[in-house]
């Protein structure tokens, strides 16, 4: 099979979009965010959106040291990340999602984390 003759990726679909390029890594979004956006809380997790008109849905975590070790936070930070990545379908393009974390969420199960994620997500992006 030669390149010309692979499948190219439709890149009009949001799954398409590759994960990196969905992160909120400038800190002049994250001020974005907080500074015009909306926030949904549910302990111990805050989602924090605000819908941008052009680009695709990108994704930022603020997850203190309190939280837990490193390994405990990275955890958190892909169990959210997932969710995110199954909430895709459903959200409009352009919301930009800061998923803050409270130190009490180490006694949370990730079971528990992903239902709570999950209803915040889809309190802040559904398409219409």
């Known amino acids: 099979m030669n390149a010309s003759s692979s499948p190219r990726p439709d890149s009009d679909r949001p799954e398409q979009i590759p994960l990196h390029a969905r992160r909120l890594n400038k800190p002049y979004m994250y001020k974005k965010v907080f500074a015009d956006g909306r926030a949904l809380r549910s302990a111990p997790l805050t989602l924090r ?24 936070r990275n955890s958190i930070r892909r169990t959210l990340r997932q969710c995110f990545v199954d909430a895709l379908p459903r959200l409009r393009e352009g919301a930009w999602i800061v998923f803050d974390v409270s130190e009490k969420a180490s ?18 992006g559904e398409k219409s």
Do not use: H
Not at 53 to 60: F, H, T, V
Not at 107 to 123: I, K, P, S, V, Y
């Open 49 to 72: 959106y605000f819908r941008n008109d052009a680009g695709p849905s990108r994704l930022g975590f603020i997850i203190r040291k309190k939280v837990g070790d490193a390994v405990m």
């Open 107 to 124: 006694g949370f199960r990730r079971c528990e984390l992903r239902a709570q994620a999950e209803t915040l997500l889809a309190g802040a």
